[in-house]
Nanobody, 112 residues
């Protein structure tokens, strides 16, 4: 079964760091994105990579970094200098055969 399994996240004080992981099963993570969502809002793309191209939303640029471990089929989102406004449910997503494959989501809460 194709799926993305997320881990990481949690509660951290402002200025702290967290790392999210997205492990793929039965698919290759050649292109994927990290999204976040807060109640009442649409999911926001915060970072994406496809091959050697990596893009970040302006709100996280310089603080978030995407990396990939090909051997473990895992993509990471390293988040540093976290701010309360980064509090959200974070998702990873890739596409397979024209369909979106989403991770289960992981909560990140940043206290002030």
């Amino acid at each position: 079964q194709v799926n993305l399994a997320q881990s990481g996240g949690g509660l951290v004080q402002a200025g702290g760091s967290l790392r999210l992981s997205c492990a793929a099963s039965r698919i290759s993570l050649n292109c994927m994105g990290w999204y976040r969502q807060t109640p009442g809002h649409e999911r926001e793309l915060v970072a994406s990579y496809c091959g050697v191209n990596i893009d970040y939303a302006d709100s996280v640029k310089g603080r978030f970094t995407v990396s990939r471990d090909k051997l473990r089929q895992t993509v990471y989102l390293q988040m540093t200098n976290l701010k309360p406004e980064d509090t959200a449910l974070y998702y990873c997503k890739t596409r397979l055969g024209g369909a979106d494959i989403w991770g289960q989501g992981t909560q990140v809460t940043v206290s002030s």
